[in-house]
């Protein structure tokens, strides 16, 4: 509370001399916003006609803060409630991949960093979903592989935000040049940092998040996740593709589960690796939300992994002209459950009967803005998936 000045009102010598001992998330917006209450309370209170005598009780100011706390009370529980619910923002890296997740708390995981180039598109967008997301800087970079899709962005984005923790799969299996230096221009930006190589079944320490990793360096996790392990009917007619020696083979997959809420995204993974991750049985289990594996392609994205998690809702980091095949989007389609296929980009060459409708599709020209999707998820398995293009927001129930 404020003093008594020699008139008998307030003394407000200093602008947020109520609020000095707000909270550093107390946001600036709010201090204003109960500073310029006050004083435009006190400019009334001088022509007031119910003023109190010099030295006399402050009926005005009293008045005013009665006011002032159901204000300041909405204020806070709106606040609260914005952090107790898991924020996740799937940029539009163009058909590469940056996925900020922000559990309460306010630690960051960022999974991958979109491509190099490009004016600085991926790191600037990158940060505006920080910003959005009230977040200073990376506390965990997963790295899902080195393709130049994924962590190209990297030296880019390190000069716009801090990164702390670096997490991957350790070295590229990459041995040509181009795939040699952007590895090196990788890891001389991990290198200034805390450098961590996951292997399947580690965990990723974000505070008040899960984060299991289920599949590393072409390896599945040993043994099924809590709650995992059905046999999975649809192994028997799985037929294999050709071997795949780069680095999709190799990208590391996560369970991210917060409450009762799970998120699967298995980066670039390929067909024959989700092979051992859902057969003879599923070892992941069900997912809520799905991000559709490298981008949409049909070389990821078998019947076997997308049916066995059964997701409500998946989300595809496509680009125009990238990802985005009929084929996976139809085995998307089909999956029993499936309630929606949110998509980055509307895909060119799948045509209207392989693209969602465009409420939910984040982009829908070529040339665009790089609108987003955020999803807010809470602890009971409910979550709601925001469409930034057109604003269209969907929940779906636990
Ligand atoms: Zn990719």
Redesign the pocket.
Known sequence: MGCADAAGGWAVPQRWQYLSAAPTWFPHWLQNGIYFFIRGFRALRSLAPWRGPAGGPDHANIFAMKLLLPVLLLASAGLLSAAKNLEVYFIDVE???ATLVVPPGGDSLLI?AGWPGHNHRDAERIAAAAKAAGVKRIDYLVI??F?T??VGGVPQLAEKLPILNFVDHGTSVETDKDAQILFAEYKARRDKGNHITVKPGDTIPVKNLDVRVVEAAGEPIAAALPGAGQSNPDCATFRKQDADPTE?AQSVGLAITFGEFRMVDL??LTWNKEYALVCPENKIGHADVFVVS??GMNISNSPQLVHALAPRVAIMDNGAR??GTPQAWQILHQTPGIQDIWQLHYAVAAGKDHNSSDTVIANLDEACQGDWLKLTAERDGSFTVLNSRNKYEKSYKK
């Open positions: 058909g590469g991949q991958d899902t592989h393709h899709d994924h999709n980066g670039d490298h981008h990238k990802g």
